[in-house]
């Protein structure tokens, strides 16, 4: 007796258990009605044929929408979607106001959402296997460029590139950068879709791209477009716009001497570059109390990669005339490019592009 009724729980549980699990990442794919057919069908039995329902819920709005599917067949193993079965979907939204607006736009509006998936077993008495995915949905923030600037006139032949992070931000995610010489009649986009880029590298993991040191460096008097694309896996999450920029500027080097003036942050952010002869000598107003200069150096050719053993200094209310000795720290090298990036006291952020040389006696 024992016996029989142990074999009949492990009877019912093998029959309770879910025959197709769900694969989908609301993040990605819960944007608009196409993303809800990137569901996959994990099948660990046998081969097996079915219908799929999809229900879309906004938890304040209500229902958004179902859609249904003809019959298919799942295979054992991952399956995606068949073509014939989303082609034949049946999409019905409901009348309310979010259902009204998704139908208009096939893409779901901010809000807090279950996505629901129910497979239903033809042929057989199976029960429905149903899985849901709660999500609240945030439109992307615009990817924008920070720098170079927007049709600006730059002198650095090398410039890091930088943007803004994808917001809100979707783990795993990755960015493409794409550059490519603007030639003669073309516009930044035409540039981009037919000329050979400069720079086409993916899975950029912040949002910043120090020039590659293998690509071929920028020439003056040339314009170049460039757009940055976030993405995961094969899908595209958003692209920035089209930005373009020129390499072209006069005695944008100026030299930093170790008997010179102290220049001012601002003056010194002016320029792409200078060359610094053993330090930077630079004048920071502090309005504030007492506090460490906070700042950093890296290295534009070794792939960002950041110099220890910088001095400390301090910052004194008000006008500080500060020097940054750099000769005596063996990690920099003549003629290689590097960034001094400063915290300054009003939480502003500033980078200085310098090329390093050694003082001379």
């Not at 304040?60 to 298919?72: D, L, N, S």
Request: proline share 7%.
């Amino acid at each position: 007796m024992k016996i029989y009724i142990t074999l009949l729980f492990v009877f019912l549980s093998i029959r309770g258990m879910s025959q197709v699990s769900f694969q989908f990442i609301p993040e990605i794919y819960g944007r608009n009605i196409n993303g809800l057919f990137s569901c996959r069908l994990m099948n660990i039995s046998g081969k097996r044929t079915a219908s799929l329902v999809i229900s879309v819920t906004e938890r304040k709005g209500g229902a958004i929408c179902v859609i249904r599917t003809p019959e298919f067949s799942i295979l054992p193993g991952s399956n995606p979607i068949p073509v014939a079965a989303v082609s034949g979907a049946a999409v019905q939204f409901s009348k309310n106001r979010l259902g009204q607006i998704t139908s208009a736009s096939r893409s779901f509006p901010e809000g807090d959402y279950d996505y629901c998936f129910t497979l239903t077993y033809t042929h057989t008495d199976n029960p429905p296997d149903e899985q849901c995915f709660p999500y609240l949905l945030a439109p992307f923030a615009e990817l924008s460029l920070i720098d170079p600037v927007n049709k600006d006139k730059i002198c650095d032949k090398r410039p890091l590139l930088t943007w803004q992070p994808l917001l809100p931000g979707v783990p795993g995610a990755n960015y493409q950068l794409v550059l490519a010489e603007i030639k003669s009649g073309q516009n930044p986009t035409e540039a981009l879709n037919y000329n050979l880029p400069l720079i086409n590298q993916s899975s950029i993991i912040a949002p910043v791209l120090p020039y590659p040191s293998i690509a071929k460096e920028l020439e003056s008097k040339k314009r170049y477009a460039w757009q940055v694309t976030a993405y995961k896996e094969h899908t595209i999450l958003t692209r920035s716009e089209i930005w373009e920029f020129t390499v072209d500027c006069q005695d944008s080097i100026k030299k930093i001497k170790p008997d010179s003036g102290y220049r001012d942050i601002e003056d010194l952010l002016r320029g792409n570059y200078y060359v610094a002869n053993g330090d930077i000598r630079i004048s920071i107003i502090n309005p504030y109390q007492k506090q460490k200069l906070k700042y950093s150096i890296s290295s534009l050719e070794n792939n960002g990669k950041r110099i220890g053993g910088l001095p400390k200094l301090e910052l004194l209310n008000g006008t500080n005339k500060l020097i940054i000795d750099l000769s005596g720290n063996g990690a920099f090298q003549p003629g290689v490019y590097y960034i001094l990036k400063l915290w300054l006291p009003n939480g502003a952020v500033k980078n200085l592009r310098f090329v390093y040389e050694q003082p001379k006696d």
